[in-house]
């Protein structure tokens, strides 16, 4: 049986975060749909589900400077006690599943440059010129299981 949010060979887990009533925030919910999980943030109840993955990849948003592009590149555990229990950094989520549940998977973040966080469920212009290359990236991770030259 496949966990939820789990895909394809080699049970990669892919996690799209953000609110998709706020503009460009909503991109990593956009890009998974379907593949796999949605939610606003990473929590530590994610740690399981990370842990029990042959690989990770976390799709967000990045406020990014003036003719950014998509980023995609490894993400590495680290972090300590955090004050905030209800969320969770990408490096801290690798490093409390690894704590927890023994798991230490390989794992990328797919960042995608956002515009316009303001009310509403669209995307800004030059978003909407970024998904393309978006798309490319998280279908060559999914089949290639590492990050693809594009």
Same mark, same amino acid.
């Given at each position: 049986?496949?966990?939820?949010?789990?895909?394809?060979?080699?049970?990669?887990? $892919?996690?799209?975060?953000?609110?998709? $009533?706020?503009? @460009? @925030?909503?991109?990593?919910?956009?890009? /998974?749909?379907?593949?796999? $999980?949605?939610? *606003? %943030? &990473?929590?530590?109840?994610?740690?399981?589900? /990370?842990?029990?993955?042959?690989?990770?990849?976390?799709? @967000?948003?990045? &406020?990014?400077?003036?003719?950014?592009? !998509? &980023?995609?590149?490894?993400?590495?555990?680290?972090? =300590?006690?955090?004050?905030?229990?209800?969320?969770?950094?990408?490096?801290?989520?690798?490093?409390?599943?690894? %704590?927890?549940?023994?798991? !230490?998977?390989?794992? *990328?973040?797919? +960042? /995608?440059?956002?515009?316009d966080f303001s009310w =509403?469920?669209?995307?800004?212009?030059?978003?909407?010129?970024? +998904?393309?290359?978006?798309?490319? &990236? $998280?279908?060559?991770?999914?089949?290639?299981?590492? /990050?693809? *030259?594009?």
């Amino acid at each position: 049986r496949t966990p939820a949010g789990m895909s394809g060979p080699g049970q990669a887990l $892919l996690i799209g975060i953000g609110n998709p $009533l706020r503009g @460009d @925030d909503g991109v990593g919910w956009h890009l /998974v749909e379907g593949l796999g $999980l949605q939610r *606003h %943030q &990473l929590t530590p109840e994610l740690a399981e589900a /990370v842990a029990a993955a042959d690989r990770l990849l976390i799709v @967000d948003a990045w &406020l990014a400077p003036p003719r950014s592009r !998509c &980023l995609l590149r490894p993400l590495v555990a680290s972090g =300590g006690w955090e004050r905030d229990t209800h969320r969770v950094a990408p490096a801290r989520l690798l490093a409390l599943a690894e %704590q927890l549940f023994g798991g !230490c998977v390989p794992a *990328h973040e797919l +960042l /995608v440059p956002a515009f316009d966080f303001s009310w =509403g469920e669209r995307f800004s212009p030059q978003l909407r010129r970024q +998904l393309p290359r978006a798309r490319r &990236l $998280l279908r060559g991770w999914l089949q290639e299981g590492t /990050v693809p *030259h594009a």
